[in-house]
């Protein structure tokens, strides 16, 4: 159900772009503003964003199968690798553009329109990247997130080309417009390398945040009190999804029946806790000195001794 939910914010990622690129284009067309040209030619990185998004989670949502065991959530960071860039491209051009016309400034025209339809563009993006952003933190979509954020971006940026405007009619300086659109293009690097930061982070399997780390503390901490010993925890993250393995110590008496009992009772209680979590334990003997040689896959002890 996740998979087609987050498909669907996508689809309608894609119709917003759609409809934003005829707004802002017919508004560089009636005024000839490089700044509003700036805003329509990253609404077309937008579209271009949200259709490699659409493949994304519709790859991410695949079962795992004999190739990829763990399944395929890690092609959302593809989607969000290629936002960032794109989101650099998009920049790059910009700052062309307003490069020549800083170099040979000319008049605008019909700017009272080309606002209005800018500001109606901008209200669209406005509105869709919020319902994204929710979107994307209630589904743990980093893809969902990532076309959030540029587009909130792209609000930002329609919002200083249209006070660049408001001030190019002000003062009758027409140089204003081309200084407007290359402080835009320079806010839309940033956020590009900040999305290339993300995917980074996520394809080096990052472990999971501490706020997560801490509910799977406060489970474990539960049954350390009634003598059971935990080691060897490792987390990451892989799109959607959450793995976590660690090692399960009890009394060497126990029978086989009543680890493997025990494991499945914790390994609930975590998945219960934090949806889409794959859990792995590896159950080890208390008394048995070997049970703490590999003391060295410990990442986090400390915390479990709160």
């Known amino acids: 159900m996740s998979s087609r939910t987050a498909r669907s914010y996508a689809f309608l990622s894609i119709v917003a772009a759609v409809v934003t690129i005829v707004l802002k ?33 519709t790859y991410a949502a695949k079962p795992a199968d004999a190739e990829h065991a763990f399944g395929h959530s890690k092609a959302e960071y593809f989607s969000s690798a290629a936002e960032g860039i794109l989101i650099i491209v998009a920049a790059i051009i910009i700052a062309i553009e307003a490069w020549g016309r800083l170099l040979h400034p000319e008049p605008l025209t019909q700017m009272g329109l080309g606002l209005v339809l800018s500001l109606l563009a901008t209200a669209v993006n406005g509105v869709v990247a919020f319902v994204l952003l929710r979107a994307g933190r209630r589904l743990r979509s980093i893809t969902l997130r990532a076309d959030a954020h540029h587009l909130f971006t792209d609000v930002w940026t329609s919002g200083g080309v249209v006070l660049g405007i408001l001030l190019v009619k002000v003062t009758g300086l027409d140089v204003l417009d081309p200084i407007i659109a290359l402080l835009v293009a320079a806010n839309i690097v940033w956020t590009g390398f900040r999305l290339l930061r993300e995917t980074g982070s996520g394809l ?9 780390i801490d509910v799977i503390f406060k489970i474990l901490n539960e049954y350390k009190r009634q003598g059971i010993q935990f080691h060897a925890l490792r987390t990451r993250i892989a799109g959607t999804r959450r793995f976590v393995s660690f090692h399960v110590l009890v009394p060497g ?44 896959l410990e990442r986090t002890s400390n915390k479990l001794q709160r």
């Open 253 to 296: 008496a126990w029978t086989v029946r009543q680890g493997h009992d025990l494991c499945e009772v914790i390994e609930l209680a975590i998945i219960q806790a934090l949806p889409l979590t794959s859990v792995t334990t590896h159950l080890e003997p208390l008394e048995d000195p070997t049970s703490w040689d590999d003391l060295e």
């Open 25 to 57: 284009f017919g508004a560089y067309l009636l005024t000839g503003s490089v700044g509003l040209l700036s805003d329509a030619i990253e609404s077309c990185v937008n579209l271009v964003a949200a259709l490699v998004a659409l493949w994304a989670l």
């Open 204 to 212: 080096l399997d990052a472990g999971l945040p501490f706020e997560e």
